[in-house]
């Protein structure tokens, strides 16, 4: 953040946002220095994304646990509906009813999972960091150097971190469905047909295939959260004009109205954003596992 002394201009104010809270593997707090760092995680994103995981886990067992045959009350029925919405669509690309029994929750759970920690983006952006910089303080450390981000899937680790958990489970339903040696044939024999000659290149197509199923799964999630994230910060700064500029002849006032402005605009545009981002994500979910049932 910003040296001791002065506060944090506009570059400041977002790059300490945009900081994660890393920590090695012995649990010290560094810092990232390279795009691809296995040796540190990002414990802000792994605390809030464990933390709204079990909390839609409790939400949809105690749904369950107080399911009625009579007139469900108004939580059951939304449950109902968002439930029932997600066996339909597994239905239309899953035609195995039994794999069918564990999919459909599998996406629920993710649905519910990613608008949980998309919905974190609907918070003021210090509300969380603010509260965490003072109890940062309160424990003697300094509190520049209190980083937190409360977006999971603004974070490029979990976006692909589930993506990839998507591509394992449809490996596992390929081997499931078509046996280790009908899979084997598969990856070998398609798209271009059953001649030993074609196989690498078969091979390395289906390699790409899934890397790039798996990249741009986690990465449209995260980008369309990072952006939504940079936009509620750049709203912040504008409203943090008004500060100082507190004159209606000056345009540094007006800027600080277009905080409200934008900024109500903005989230009611981001409600849509973050649900659609869950339907998508659980949609090709089942999308990719349904392709995984299909012989090529």
């Known amino acids: 953040m910003a040296a001791e002394g002065h506060a944090p201009n506009a570059g400041e104010y977002i790059q300490h946002h945009l900081q994660h809270m890393q920590v090695n593997f012995a649990g010290q707090a560094v810092k990232q220095t390279s795009i691809v760092d296995f040796s540190l995680f990002n414990l802000d994103s792994l605390i809030y994304s464990v933390l709204l995981g079990v909390?839609?886990?409790?939400?949809?067992?105690?749904?369950?646990?107080?399911?009625?045959?009579?007139?469900?009350?108004?939580?059951?029925?939304?449950?109902?509906?968002?439930?029932e919405m997600v066996e339909n669509q597994a239905k239309g690309v899953i035609h195995n009813a039994a794999s069918r029994k564990v999919i459909s929750p599998l996406a629920l759970t993710v649905f519910v999972w990613i608008?949980?920690?998309?919905?974190?983006?609907?918070?003021?952006?210090?509300?969380?960091?603010?509260?965490?910089?003072?109890?940062?303080?309160?424990?003697?450390?300094?509190?520049?150097?209190a980083y937190m981000r409360v977006v999971p899937t603004a974070d490029l680790s979990t976006t692909l971190g589930l993506s990839t958990s998507v591509l394992l489970v449809c490996?596992?339903?390929?081997?499931?469905?078509?046996?280790i040696g009908g899979w084997t044939h598969e990856l070998l024999a398609a798209p271009f047909g059953d001649k030993w000659f074609l196989y690498p290149i078969n091979f390395?197509?289906?390699?790409?295939?899934?890397?790039?199923?798996?990249?741009?799964?986690?990465?449209?999630?995260?980008?369309?959260?990072?952006?939504?994230?940079?936009?509620?910060?750049?709203?912040?700064?504008?409203?943090g004009v008004w500060a100082w500029e507190l004159?209606?002849?000056?345009?540094?006032f007006w800027l600080g109205l277009g905080h409200?402005?934008?900024?109500?605009?903005w989230t009611l545009f981001h409600i849509l954003i973050i649900t659609l981002q869950?339907?998508?994500?659980?949609?090709?979910?089942?999308?990719?596992?349904?392709?995984a049932h299909d012989a090529h």
Request: with cysteine; proline share 3%.
């Open 55 to 83: 909390i839609g886990c409790f939400f949809l067992w105690r749904a369950a646990r107080k399911a009625t045959s009579g007139v469900p009350g108004r939580f059951q029925a939304a449950v109902e509906i968002l439930a």
């Open 115 to 145: 608008f949980l920690m998309n919905f974190m983006d609907m918070l003021p952006v210090d509300l969380l960091p603010a509260a965490w910089t003072h109890a940062y303080a309160a424990m003697g450390h300094d509190a520049h150097h």
């Open 171 to 179: 490996f596992w339903y390929s081997v499931k469905i078509k046996g």
């Open 204 to 239: 390395l197509m289906q390699m790409i295939e899934f890397a790039a199923k798996t990249v741009s799964h986690g990465m449209r999630l995260f980008g369309n959260m990072f952006a939504g994230e940079l936009v509620f910060m750049l709203i912040a700064l504008m409203g």
């Open 247 to 252: 004159n209606p002849l000056s345009g540094g």
């Open 260 to 265: 409200l402005v934008a900024g109500t605009v």
């Open 278 to 291: 869950a339907f998508i994500f659980m949609m090709l979910t089942l999308i990719y596992t349904g392709q």
